[in-house]
């Protein structure tokens, strides 16, 4: 790796990042989240649903377009195409293997196509109840929030192509001429189009979805931030000028999806954008360990779990959950539709915790977090679910006990009933008494989430191990004065001596214990 440029402002204790610049790192660790443009949707080569949150629950049946799968594929790439499909193929160390049909849609016909028409919804309505009701017990959203509506708004919203492995082809927002966002879009559809025909997409999400241990929202953050690393790596290659007309146009188009997104729940902009958001950092920690094969390998191997989201480097890292918690008298069980339907995630609890009780102990808690499970269920006519969390260590259960007695106390219908050996909770739809989080507090959870996440991609990006890249940046987070800065959009460019000081500290504390910072 090129050695960084540039005058060292500080050091972490571990090493001098400081405030360089590095073309091969992708990013400074003072990243600052924004809402990313999605050029291919939260779900773009996989099935449309309503967000998942607690079971895989919406619109599962849905069928946003002709799902059969295409037996022929024309013989040349759209001469626009070739081009980008060529320096894809480069950039991400495989060869395509046949062209694939790009499709220019009317703006009408291609919201069409990524949204569900009221037809469908109506046919999916009982599936769409259930799972408003388990986001509302889980306190992320409030009485007055239509899911599918929200979904459908975000889905169209800034989404300006998208793959679809069954049909095997691309379709494009509008038949106009090229602009540089249209060709950096189609380089990152197109990534999607090698990682189908050389490690099929389908099977990879079916694999995921009955995996014990992992998440196909994990799995999905994979494919969409390598997606994203070649689309950053092709937008790299252009001109300064056509460079600067990207950030134009985009900026744009943001802008654009966040007016007609205004009223939609912060929790469901965060559900969507989360690949896009915690993906790249993690492909970059693979990139830095083993450049495209390591990439190639995370994607074919077993399925991570949402702990990526908070750890780039946990990979490998998903654990057995402890078992699925029993029902009792008078509760019966909601069938799963595939096995990680009886997973409690990690992300999830995350969001949950930091909606409802203060940020630093949220973020703490996922990070005592080692696995969990959960079953749903229903109790005469109301849906509920009840889970079991265990911590990394007897300490770390401990403090997620504490965590879950504070949220049942802000939440209607929902109660601790055990904290012998693994936190046992559960909660049921308030209905009309849910309250939506309020917006800035659920941007604000994913803004110290993915900042952190960034630090440690960069730090192991300056070749420091792992485990205590991502000890530093827990630390160090954990300071009030960081983290304030973090959440005002700091770029910390000049630090001040405390943090100065605090980064050293870091370093030091975490060199003599890896797990500095954890509960013990």
């Known amino acids: 790796m090129p050695k960084p440029t540039g005058p060292i402002t500080f050091e972490y204790g571990v090493g001098t990042v400081g405030h360089q610049h590095c073309e091969a790192c992708g990013t400074r660790w003072r990243y600052v989240w924004h809402k990313p443009s999605r050029g291919a949707g939260a779900r773009s080569w996989a099935t449309i649903v309503v967000v998942v949150l607690l079971i895989i629950a919406v619109i599962g049946a ?7 799968r295409a037996d022929s594929h024309p ?18 160390g495989l060869s395509f293997e046949h062209p694939v049909t790009v499709n220019y849609l009317p703006v009408a016909a291609f919201n069409k196509k990524v949204t569900s028409t009221p037809e469908e919804l109506k046919k999916a309505s009982v599936e769409i109840s259930q799972a408003t009701a388990l986001m509302r017990a889980a306190g992320l959203i409030g009485a007055e929030v239509n899911l599918a509506d929200a979904v459908n708004t975000a889905q169209a919203a800034d989404t300006i ?33 090698l990682q189908d025909q050389h490690f099929d997409l389908p099977k990879l999400q079916k694999r995921a979805a009955d995996s014990d241990t992992g998440s ?31 950030v134009k146009l985009s900026l744009a188009t943001a802008g654009d999806a966040n007016k007609a997104t205004t009223a939609l729940p912060a929790i469901v902009d965060t559900y969507f954008n989360a690949p896009y958001v915690y993906g790249p950092q993690v492909i970059g920690v693979l990139e830095a360990r083993g450049g495209n094969a390591a990439v190639n390998a995370a994607l074919t191997g077993a399925t991570p779990s949402t702990r990526i989201y908070l750890d780039p480097t946990a990979v490998n890292d998903a654990a057995q959950p402890p078992p699925v918690p029993a029902l009792k008298t008078g509760e019966e069980k909601v069938e799963s539709t595939s096995k990680n339907d009886d997973e409690f995630d990690n992300f999830t609890l995350y969001l949950m915790l930091a909606s409802r009780i203060d940020l630093p102990s949220a973020l703490r808690a996922a ?14 006519t109301n849906t509920c679910f009840r889970a079991a969390i265990t911590g990394v260590s007897p300490a770390a259960t401990a403090y997620l006990a504490s965590a879950m007695q504070r ?27 849910a309250v939506t989080p309020d917006n800035t507090t659920i941007v ?53 001596p405390q943090i100065l000081s605090e980064t050293a500290t870091a370093g030091t504390a975490c060199r003599a214990n890896p797990l500095a910072g954890l509960p013990r």
């Open 161 to 193: 192509a998208f793959y679809d492995p069954d049909s095997k082809q691309i379709f494009v927002r509008g038949a106009g001429p090229f602009t540089v966002e249209t060709r950096v879009t189609l380089a990152h559809e197109l990534t999607h189009v």
């Open 407 to 433: 949220w049942v106390r802000t939440v209607p219908a929902a109660k601790v009933d055990s904290t012998k050996g693994a936190v046992v909770f559960h909660s049921c739809d308030p209905r009309r008494t």
């Open 367 to 380: 990070d005592s977090y080692k696995a969990g499970s959960e079953v749903v269920y229903t109790r005469g």
């Open 216 to 246: 196909s929202d994990a799995l999905t953050a994979l494919v969409e931030g390598d997606a994203t690393r070649v689309e950053q790596q092709y937008l790299s290659r252009q001109s300064a000028a056509e460079q600067r007309n990207y």
């Open 75 to 92: 013989a040349a790439w759209d001469p626009k195409v070739a081009p980008i499909a060529a320096e894809v193929a480069a950039l991400r």
């Open 444 to 496: 604000n959870a994913t803004r110290l989430a993915a900042n952190r996440e960034a630090l440690v991609a960069t730090l192991v990006k300056q070749h420091v191990p792992s485990r205590l890249a991502v000890c530093v940046s827990r630390v160090l987070t954990q300071q009030p004065d960081v983290r304030n800065a973090i959440l005002a959009g700091d770029a910390l460019a000049t630090p001040s």
């Open 62 to 68: 849905v069928v946003l377009w002709q799902r059969s």
